[in-house]
């Protein structure tokens, strides 16, 4: 028998539930697998094909990834195999193509920053809009869609920071041509904007745009390693701080103002969450449960939108939920303890 400390205690409870978790999302790509080569008469989309087999092949490797880890964390040490060595790590992620039903963009893009890749990530939404982002050592250096918002062009930003005037703006578009090349470029080789304001715009564009692609719900994805091209002037954004700037605004955007605190805690001062059966809406779950608004419209999607839901719900089903990490799972489980469920 091994005893393990408290801290190897929740690391492997952690392992455990991750591989449980990739092995339920392989049970649905082997579910779209049968779709796309025998539910569709006959009729095999490839890139569809190639992006689950991607998917699956990444999945298992994680799983096994894992299983190492788990069996170090517990003391087992087995007999040393000859096994064909990883010579470059980034070989792995070459071919990464996906959809956000298996692998949300927020862990795509947290794994390319932890693993410093450098390449192309072409994102393809629902809607059909494309982007572009292009890393370095883990870093965002550029982005770009085929349809921005106005306020995400570099032009309208540099104007709306006062580094450059409108009209001189639209004389400028006048003359420039695509075959110019970036228009970032020739701004500054036209002495329109010193390099140093340019970076600025350019790191705010990265910003507006990564944040547009991070909301994105239903898209495809493919990532591609190598060298980007040979601009003179890019940005260069962190895209750890970059996530996590995301994450810290949504929080706020959840937090109610003082005044709207002392009006909705007033009711929970005569009750407590064990008396609401009924069907919640998504702020009385964010103000119940203390978790975000996109967390509490995915709960209602799932049927889970009251607190006898929430009570039998399990640990894994809650942690299944895009927008419920582990610290969320805590508060969720402070405010709604859990029922006879967990202990299937």
């Given at each position: 028998?091994i ?5 190897s205690?929740v ?5 455990i539930l991750?591989?449980e978790?990739?092995?339920?999302q392989?049970?649905?790509i082997f579910?779209?697998l ?11 989309s490839?890139?569809?094909?190639v992006g ?8 298992v490797a994680?799983?096994?990834d894992?299983?190492?880890e ?5 003391g087992?040490?087995r ?13 792995e992620v ?7 039903a ?13 693993r410093?890749?450098t ?14 982002l292009?890393?370095?050592?883990g ?10 918002l106005?306020?995400?062009?570099l032009?309208?930003?540099l ?7 409108p ?6 578009l006048?003359?420039?041509?695509p ?8 701004l500054?080789?036209?002495e ?7 970076r ?23 990532f ?13 954004v962190?895209t750890a ?6 994450a810290r605004t949504?929080?706020a955007?959840?937090?109610?103002e003082?005044?709207e605190?002392?009006i ?15 069907s919640?809406?998504?702020e ?12 509490a419209?995915?709960l209602?999607l799932?049927?889970?939108?009251s ?5 039998i ?5 809650l ?9 969320t ?11 006879f469920?967990?202990?299937?």
């Open positions: 028998m005893q393990l400390s408290p801290d205690q690391h492997t409870f952690r392992l991750e591989m978790n990739r092995g339920q392989i049970d649905g579910v779209r049968k779709q796309a080569f025998i539910q569709n008469g006959g009729s095999v490839i890139p569809d094909a689950a087999l991607d998917e699956l092949g990444w999945h994680q799983i096994r894992s299983a190492a788990l069996e170090s964390t517990i087992i040490q007999t040393p195999v000859t096994v064909k060595p990883k010579t470059d790590e980034s070989h070459e071919r990464l193509r996906g959809t956000t298996t692998l949300p963009l927020a862990d795509l893009l947290a794994v390319l920053a932890e410093e890749q390449g192309t990530l072409k994102i393809r939404a629902r809607h059909g809009e494309c982007f572009l292009e890393f370095l050592d870093a965002v250096v550029h982005a770009a869609s085929d349809t921005p106005p306020n995400q062009l032009g309208n930003i104007v709306a920071r006062d580094r450059l005037c009209e001189r703006l639209k004389q400028f006048v003359d420039f041509a075959s110019d090349g970036p228009i970032g470029q020739a500054a080789q036209a329109l904007v010193s390099e140093d304001d340019l600025e715009a350019l790191s705010e564009q990265v910003r507006r745009l990564f944040q547009r692609i991070y909301e994105l719900d239903d898209a495809t994805f493919c591609t390693t190598g060298t980007n091209r040979d601009l003179e002037l890019r940005a260069t962190n701080m970059l996530l996590d700037s995301i949504e929080e955007d959840d937090v109610p003082l005044d605190l002392e909705i805690s007033e009711p929970h001062s005569t009750s407590t969450c064990a008396e609401i059966d009924a919640l809406d998504a009385q779950l964010c103000d119940v449960l203390g978790i975000r608004r996109n967390a419209r995915e209602i799932r049927d889970l939108d607190i006898d839901g929430i009570r719900a399990t640990d894994l089903e942690l299944e939920v895009p927008g419920i990490g582990m610290k799972l805590a508060r969720i489980r402070e405010a709604v303890p859990a029922g469920a967990q202990l299937r």
